[in-house]
T-cell receptor
Framework: SQTIHQWPATLVQPVGSPLSLECTVEGTSNPNLYWYRQAAGRGLQLLFYSVGIGQISSEVPQNLSASRPQDRQFILSSKKLLLSDSGFYLC????????????FGSGTQLSVL | DAKTTQPTSMDCAEGRAANLPCNHSTISGNEYVYWYRQIHSQGPQYIIH???NNETNEMASLIITEDRKSSTLILPHATLRDTAVYYC??????????????FGTGTRLQVTL
């Protein structure tokens, strides 16, 4: 069966520090991968998605970047965190055959202080 | 994607059926209705989806009106663990690209004793 791993679960970082969140998927090949963010009391916002290794699409301009160095690995990064980067970050995957079923990880609660 | 309208919040007594409505009056012929839920501090979880026929799985039932302009998610015997935000999403299949789902504000379902 397929599983998605996301870590860390919580993270407290000072403003201006770098960020690296990692997500890996097991049990499937060539998945679509996604990064979402949920600010406190707000809805989910799609940040990035990837349909293959090295292929990254950004949905909104921001202080973050994403990379997909391996088929089942998705990384969210920042060189210098801003206060506004605080939020709940969720990684998700889906199959590539026109199915809108997304499977989400357990999320990372990021607090930038 | 068609716009959806859901009530902001609903209450349901434990053991009773929870009926969550969703209006999608501008739905197109090839758009499916998807339901997800998000328990507090967790990632969203896929529940069910349908095109025009009613659907049932181990989690819930989905009733879509004949004109497809609205639908109802039914949790037949709600438990406290069903307390969550429920999202109704309307979207056509993503052929050859990613499933860029847009999550609105959903309905906050509170199941009480």
């Amino acid at each position: 069966s397929q599983t998605i791993h996301q870590w860390p679960a919580t993270l407290v970082q000072p403003v201006g520090s770098p960020l690296s969140l990692e997500c890996t998927v097991e049990g499937t090949s060539n998945p679509n991968l996604y990064w979402y963010r949920q600010a406190a009391g707000r809805g989910l916002q799609l940040l990035f998605y990837s349909v293959g290794i090295g292929q990254i699409s950004s949905e909104v301009p921001q202080n973050l970047s994403a990379s997909r160095p391996q088929d089942r690995q998705f990384i969210l990064s920042s060189k210098k965190l801003l206060l506004s980067d605080s939020g709940f970050y969720l990684c998700a995957w889906s199959v590539q055959t026109g199915n809108e079923k997304l499977f989400f990880g357990s999320g990372t609660q990021l607090s930038v202080l | 994607d068609a716009k959806t309208t859901q009530p902001t919040s609903m209450d349901c007594a434990e053991g009773r059926a929870a009926n969550l409505p969703c209006n999608h009056s501008t739905i197109s012929g090839n758009e499916y209705v998807y339901w997800y839920r998000q328990i507090h501090s967790q990632g969203p979880q896929y529940i069910i989806h349908g095109l025009k026929n009613n659907e049932t799985n181990e989690m819930a039932s989905l009733i879509i009106t004949e004109d497809r302009k609205s639908s109802t998610l039914i949790l037949p015997h709600a438990t406290l663990r069903d307390t969550a935000v429920y999202y109704c999403i309307v979207r056509a299949p993503s052929t050859g690209t990613a499933s860029k789902l847009t999550f609105g504000t959903g309905t906050r379902l509170q199941v009480t004793l």
